[in-house]
């Protein structure tokens, strides 16, 4: 078994329980492998929404939801996965193909509506994630403000 190279960027899981945001830091591992995303998020009991906003180097973004009956995500760049393991690991879920290595698109891939419950309709969140001269914390940033935890967002990332 091969050791994962630690990833730069960040990961942080949002939960909505009685009508309060509450973010909180995820373990920088869960940057490298989506299994450890996933594990690390459904650590998070809550009877409310819980997702993980996962910022990789600089370069893209990745939005989890864990379920029972199994995870939604969002890539925001299908490209990124012939060089990243976990965008790699969200297209192996979602059973769509790497992208050609010659294509220099940059495309969103997952379900556009991961958000749609908390604020974000699917056709802001692809515009968003079309946003290429924004980096993904600033994507990112604009997701928590579109749903309305951008505040504690904010507060978080001054901290990390």
Same mark, same amino acid.
């Given at each position: 078994?091969?050791?994962?190279?630690?990833?730069?960027?960040?990961?942080?899981?949002?939960?909505?329980?009685?009508?309060?945001?509450?973010?909180?830091?995820? +373990? @920088?591992? &869960?940057?490298?492998?989506? %299994?450890? *995303?996933?594990?690390? =998020?459904?650590? !998070? #009991?809550?009877?409310?929404?819980?997702?993980?906003?996962?910022?990789?180097?600089?370069?893209?973004?990745?939005?989890?939801?864990?379920?029972?009956?199994?995870?939604?995500?969002?890539?925001? +760049? @299908?490209? &990124?996965?012939?060089?990243? %393991?976990? *965008?790699?690991?969200? =297209?192996?879920? !979602? #059973?769509?193909?790497?992208?050609?290595?010659?294509?220099?698109?940059?495309?969103?891939?997952?379900?556009?509506?991961?958000?749609?419950?908390?604020?974000?309709?699917?056709?802001?969140?692809?515009?968003?994630?079309?946003?290429?001269?924004?980096?993904?914390?600033?994507?990112?940033?604009?997701?928590?403000?579109?749903?309305?935890?951008?505040?504690?967002?904010?507060?978080?990332?001054?901290?990390?």
């Amino acid at each position: 078994m091969s050791v994962k190279e630690p990833v730069a960027g960040f990961a942080v899981a949002v939960v909505r329980e009685d009508g309060k945001w509450r973010c909180s830091a995820l +373990d @920088a591992g &869960a940057l490298t492998g989506l %299994d450890a *995303a996933i594990t690390e =998020l459904a650590k !998070l #009991r809550s009877t409310g929404a819980v997702f993980g906003l996962l910022a990789v180097d600089d370069e893209f973004f990745v939005i989890v939801r864990p379920s029972p009956r199994g995870p939604s995500l969002l890539l925001s +760049d @299908a490209a &990124a996965a012939l060089d990243y %393991d976990i *965008a790699a690991d969200v =297209l192996d879920v !979602l #059973r769509v193909d790497l992208p050609d290595e010659e294509d220099d698109s940059i495309w969103p891939e997952g379900d556009l509506d991961i958000l749609a419950d908390v604020g974000l309709p699917g056709p802001e969140l692809e515009v968003i994630a079309g946003e290429v001269d924004l980096y993904p914390d600033e994507q990112l940033q604009m997701i928590a403000q579109r749903c309305g935890f951008g505040g504690e967002f904010t507060a978080l990332l001054d901290e990390i």
